[in-house]
């Protein structure tokens, strides 16, 4: 748990960098939701017949979602398992579908956790038991990057922002 509260503080941290360079306010700046108790992750789990992997129920056990974590990217708490954000990640997820035909295997296992509200950016966990179990696959177009894990995802995350605050700061200096 201590892990996931240092991976939070780091994204703040970030996150807060980027607000105070965007000074066109491109993006928006949220802080993670409240942590869900383990009883909401239960309860969803067992409403929607899955098994999330216990990497992302570490960090939904210390935010329960984060509202464009990276860019305009909502990422998913259990609250929005069923919201109008998992509608839009699934109408994505079948147009991806149709144009890659490598993910037509595990496509009743992969799972939107977080989805871009302006772009065809679509984060899936794959939820199938054997090697592929939890990993997270970026798609937009096809598959941009794989994660071995959720906290692999998210920390890859973490340095994407950062990349993001180094163009942004570049182009403050021109």
């Avoid at 941290?13 to 802080?31: C, I, S, T």
């Avoid at 147009?95 to 772009?119: C, G, H, Q």
Wanted: hydrophobic share 45%.
């Amino acid at each position: 748990m201590d892990k996931w509260k240092e991976r939070l503080v780091e994204m703040l941290m970030v996150r807060n960098e980027l607000y105070k360079a965007d000074k066109g306010q491109l993006w928006e700046y949220h802080y993670p939701e409240v942590a869900a108790e383990l009883s909401e992750i239960l309860l969803a789990q067992e409403k929607l017949k899955i098994k999330l992997s216990q990497d992302y129920i570490d960090f939904l056990l210390c935010a329960n979602g984060w509202k464009c974590f990276y860019q305009l990217v909502d990422l998913f708490g259990t609250k929005d398992f069923e919201a109008k954000n998992m509608s839009l990640a699934k109408m994505l997820l079948n147009t991806e579908l149709e144009y890659d035909e490598s993910l037509n295997d595990i496509k009743e296992y992969l799972f939107p956790i977080a989805v871009s509200r302006t772009d065809k950016d679509l984060f899936v966990m794959v939820l199938t038991e054997g090697s592929e179990y939890g990993q997270i696959i970026w798609l937009a177009g096809g598959e941009i990057e794989r994660f071995l894990s959720f906290s692999d995802f998210f920390e890859a995350m973490i340095e994407y922002n950062k990349e993001e605050l180094e163009d942004i700061l570049d182009e403050n200096m021109d």
